[in-house]
């Protein structure tokens, strides 16, 4: 049986796809190509997406576009 994971590790994991991409403090990806690299098929990336969101650590200062703030770049 598969273990479902928390809103924060979905969290932890989408900010880990960030920092492997390259991106730094203040840069980001279209949401739409986080969900890719995340797995379209693996549930969790909203709750996961929503918890990073209100910890601080991605912002979306346009819609579907995630941008890695410092905090979320010193958790991953």
């Known amino acids: 049986m598969a ?4 809103a924060e590790g979905v969290a ?3 900010i880990g796809i960030l920092v492997e991409a390259g ?3 203040g840069s ?7 969900r890719t690299k995340f797995g379209f ?5 909203e709750a996961g997406y929503q918890f ?3 910890a601080g650590w ?3 200062p346009r819609t579907d576009f995630a941008v890695l703030t410092q ?3 010193d958790e991953a």
């Open 3 to 6: 273990t479902q994971q928390t």
């Open 12 to 14: 932890r994991e989408l």
């Open 23 to 25: 991106r730094q403090p």
């Open 28 to 34: 980001g990806m279209p949401a739409q190509s986080l």
């Open 41 to 45: 098929e693996r549930p969790g990336f």
């Open 52 to 54: 990073a969101k209100s």
């Open 58 to 60: 991605i912002t979306e």
């Open 71 to 73: 905090l979320g770049f």
